[in-house]
């Protein structure tokens, strides 16, 4: 059992969480939209992905999965348990067809702010090629003080309507760091869904 946040509930933020948690890792997500977090603590979900709901509430009611509001305080709260942290928040596409990435920077700035011990990073949201050492100065920059973090990208490739389905057969997972070590606890982490490499 390790201990997990997930930043940003939306598909791929809520499927993670869930999937983590029926692995039986103790995990907590949190999102910015109030609405979402309430609509999770009255047993909803926000999605309609088919064989969800369930995984939801087994997790739920199993103490693996909580939600919460991603504020500092909501934050510092989750991180004080969490051993890895997954960003899985929007990348959508701005006016120049490129990966609009303030969500990612924001999710970074308050990991910064917030984190009281040495965390792994994992990027699940989608952008370019170089973002994991852009994620990485945004960090050391906002950190009050500073404290060890390593970062790792691991794409996803889940796909709506068979997204349950997509995480537990996965075809394959994609792991990029330059902490060989961070990458290999990540790899870890997934070992129990079998997927090439
Ligand atoms: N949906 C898919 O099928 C799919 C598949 C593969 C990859 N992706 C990628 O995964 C990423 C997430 O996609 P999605 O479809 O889950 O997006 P989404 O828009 O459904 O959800 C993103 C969530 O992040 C939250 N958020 C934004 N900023 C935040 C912050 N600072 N702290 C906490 N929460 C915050 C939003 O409120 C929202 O609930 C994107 O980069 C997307 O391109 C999506």
Same mark, same amino acid.
């Given at each position: 059992?390790?201990?997990?946040?997930?930043?940003?509930?939306g598909?791929?933020?809520?499927?993670?969480?869930?999937?983590f948690?029926d692995?039986?890792?103790r995990v907590?997500?949190?999102?910015v939209?109030?609405?979402?977090?309430?609509?999770?603590?009255?047993?909803?979900?926000?999605?309609y992905?088919?064989?969800?709901q369930e995984?939801?509430?087994?997790?739920?009611?199993?103490?693996r999965l909580s939600?919460?509001l991603?504020?500092?305080?909501?934050?510092?709260?989750?991180?004080?348990?969490?051993?890895?942290?997954? @960003?899985?928040?929007? /990348?959508p596409?701005?006016?120049? %067809?490129?990966a609009?990435?303030?969500? &990612? =920077?924001a999710?970074?700035?308050t990991?910064?702010?917030?984190m009281?011990?040495?965390?792994?990073? @994992?990027?699940?949201? /989608?952008v370019p090629v170089?973002? %994991?050492?852009?994620v990485a100065?945004? &960090? =050391?920059?906002?950190?009050?003080?500073?404290?060890?973090?390593?970062?790792?990208?691991?794409?996803?490739?889940?796909?709506?309507?068979s997204?349950?389905?997509?995480?537990?057969?996965?075809?394959?997972?994609v792991?990029g760091?330059t902490?060989?070590?961070?990458?290999?606890e990540?790899?870890?982490?997934?070992l129990s869904?079998?997927?090439?490499?």
């Amino acid at each position: 059992m390790r201990n997990i946040t997930v930043i940003g509930v939306g598909y791929v933020g809520l499927v993670t969480a869930t999937a983590f948690a029926d692995l039986g890792n103790r995990v907590m997500a949190l999102d910015v939209n109030p609405q979402k977090i309430t609509m999770l603590g009255s047993g909803k979900i926000p999605i309609y992905e088919p064989g969800l709901q369930e995984v939801v509430d087994r997790n739920v009611n199993a103490q693996r999965l909580s939600f919460g509001l991603a504020n500092d305080e909501g934050m510092r709260n989750a991180l004080r348990q969490a051993e890895f942290v997954f @960003i899985c928040v929007g /990348t959508p596409q701005g006016v120049d %067809g490129e990966a609009d990435l303030q969500y &990612v =920077r924001a999710a970074a700035e308050t990991i910064a702010r917030t984190m009281e011990h040495p965390l792994i990073i @994992i990027n699940k949201s /989608t952008v370019p090629v170089g973002t %994991g050492d852009w994620v990485a100065n945004i &960090v =050391r920059e906002s950190q009050p003080h500073p404290i060890d973090f390593s970062v790792v990208s691991c794409p996803e490739f889940l796909r709506e309507g068979s997204a349950v389905r997509d995480f537990f057969q996965p075809d394959r997972i994609v792991l990029g760091s330059t902490d060989r070590r961070a990458a290999d606890e990540v790899a870890q982490l997934h070992l129990s869904l079998r997927a090439p490499s």
